[in-house]
């Protein structure tokens, strides 16, 4: 085993490829993951189950990554503290204070290296030696 | 195999003008070898014993058997990464020209026509997966488009046997793929979501127009079915149904140069591709 092992990660991402690309990183590094298509239903997933780590993306329909954040911060639960490590396109400093006054514990622009993502999450998740 | 049977002339036609009419592809007399080794094996897939008992079969009640025969036409070899220097150009050369003009987020729209059973819009996605490094940049869309419906659901189903998969690595394979049993295997649903099927007759611009406009078209090993007509109706949608400065990747044995004036010739190290013009020409 990695040391990665047994740490489970949340991917929310509305587009199935990028999910698809994530996941294979996370996977090969020995995370277990599970994804969701927006931030409504990313919400409901961290709600009812227990995650290391989210992954989200900001431009999602439904619900985005900053109102996703804002939701999951002002729940007072647990859950709420959740490393969230966000994911865009948006590279303007505006974006990432907007992610980081939102709540995301770090901010990753796209594209972002398969390595990179699985290095970031091992950090994020404390499966970090 | 036995011998491809002989067809007569007639019985040369009447099987030609059947064809075209199901599908618009054009069958000559030059074409007679290919015609009748597949007729052959029809034939012997549903033991007639004669053209004429065969053609009876087919006209009566046997919608299977015309998608059988369909199929023996058009679904010839199709598998995974079919020709992948193209694939090795779409992301060396075409998707960074393409990107040029675009900023992160914004959409690429790719298009597979036809689709058949899936394997080439799958492939363009696990290709993109596996080589290009702003996959999770850009909003890709891939669209797979097909004649046959019947292809088109079994594409949306995206369960493969061996022999499509023959091209792909045990390692391609556990990452993209979960088995089913000792034959067959099925693709993630994440990567059957990547795509979007849809029925289209490449020479019916009623059809194509709404399938809306494209960075990349594959169309691969269909034009050379066509009649000159066909040919040059279908050329001409394909145009439209590209953004300028698209490209369009051909089967390797086929020329647009020959069908249509109307694209520039792309000579990249690994494929010749073609291009709609970023100007229009006055």
């Known amino acids: ?129 | 195999m036995a011998d491809p049977s002989p067809l007569t002339s007639d019985e040369f036609s009447r099987l030609a003008e059947f064809l075209y009419r199901r599908t618009g592809m054009v069958f000559t007399e030059a074409k007679r070898y290919y015609v009748e080794r597949r007729i052959s094996e029809r034939m012997s897939a549903t033991s007639s014993r004669s053209f004429t008992d065969y053609f009876a079969h087919l006209r009566g009640e046997e919608r299977r058997e015309v998608e059988e025969l369909i199929n023996a036409f058009t679904v010839n070899e199709t598998y995974f990464y079919r020709e992948d220097h193209q694939l090795t150009c779409l992301t060396t050369d075409l998707l960074d020209e393409r990107v040029r003009a675009k900023r992160p987020g914004d959409t690429i729209r790719i298009w597979s026509a036809p689709c058949s059973t899936g394997e080439e819009p799958y492939s363009i996605a696990i290709w993109l997966l596996e080589n290009w490094k702003d996959v999770d940049a850009y909003d890709i869309e891939i669209v797979g488009s097909d004649i046959d419906t019947d292809v088109l659901e079994a594409a949306a189903e995206g369960i493969f046997r061996k022999r499509a998969l023959m091209r792909l690595s045990p390692e391609l394979i556990a990452r993209y793929f979960y088995e089913l049993d000792d034959e067959r295997w099925r693709i993630l649903d994440d990567l059957r979501q990547s795509v979007r099927f849809s029925r289209v007759n490449l020479i019916d611009t009623k059809q194509t127009r709404p399938q809306g406009r494209f960075d990349v078209i594959f169309c691969r090993n269909v034009l050379i079915y066509f009649d000159d007509e066909s040919r040059r109706i279908a050329a001409e949608n394909l145009y439209d149904n590209l953004l300028p400065g698209g490209f369009i990747c051909l089967g390797h044995t086929e020329s647009m140069s020959r069908i249509s004036p109307l694209f520039e010739v792309c000579r990249y190290s690994g494929a010749i591709v073609y291009r709609k013009p970023l100007e229009l020409r006055a």
Do not use: W
């Open chain 1, 1 to 129: 085993m990695t040391d990665g092992a047994r740490k489970r990660i949340l991917i929310v991402d509305d587009a199935a490829l990028v999910r698809t690309y994530y996941r294979s990183a996370l996977e090969a590094r020995g995370f277990e993951v599970e994804e969701a298509l927006n931030g409504l239903e990313g919400l409901d997933k961290i709600l009812l189950q227990s995650f290391d780590l989210a992954i989200v993306d900001i431009n999602m329909p439904q619900m985005d990554g900053f109102t996703f954040l804002r939701a999951l911060r002002s729940k007072e639960l647990p859950v709420s503290a959740i490393p969230v490590l966000v994911t865009s396109t948006e590279a303007g400093p505006q974006d990432m204070a907007a992610a980081r006054s939102a709540g995301a514990n770090y901010y990753l622009v796209k594209p972002i290296k398969q390595e990179a993502l699985a290095e970031y999450a091992a950090i994020f998740c404390g499966a970090h030696r």
